[in-house]
């Protein structure tokens, strides 16, 4: 059975920042490609940052040069980090596995900017 677990988020301030994690299990971790999506109240799902089983990267151009994905293979664990965190980046974060047909979500982390 494929777990996603996410953990890292909380309440921050604006300019400050945070790291989500997101362990996976019940997956071969490394063949897959991993993402982070977000979804805010009243919006639609959209893709924050994705990272191939290459190590290649994409990000939105909203948060291109404040976060940065990365994965560790050896622990099965996707990270985010989120730097210079603005009010309109609160949304929940969800962790995203994704290989051909197999596609795999994790339960979300609340991610809440505000002073």
């Known amino acids: 059975q494929v777990h996603l677990v996410e953990s890292g988020g909380g309440l921050v301030q604006p300019g ?27 919006k639609q799902r959209e893709l924050v940052a994705g990272i191939s089983s290459g190590g290649n990267t994409n ?16 622990k099965n664990t ?16 969800y962790c995203n596995s994704r290989l051909l047909q197999y596609n795999y979500w994790g339960q979300g982390t609340q991610v809440t900017v505000s002073s």
């Open 78 to 93: 996707l990270y985010l980090q989120m730097n210079s965190l603005k009010p309109e980046d609160t949304a929940v974060y």
């Open 59 to 74: 990000y939105a151009d909203s948060v291109k040069g404040r976060f940065t994905i990365s994965r560790d293979n050896a």
């Open 16 to 42: 400050g920042s945070l790291r989500l994690s997101c362990g996976a299990s019940g997956i071969n971790f490394s063949i897959y490609g991993m993402n982070w999506y977000r979804q805010a109240p009243g």
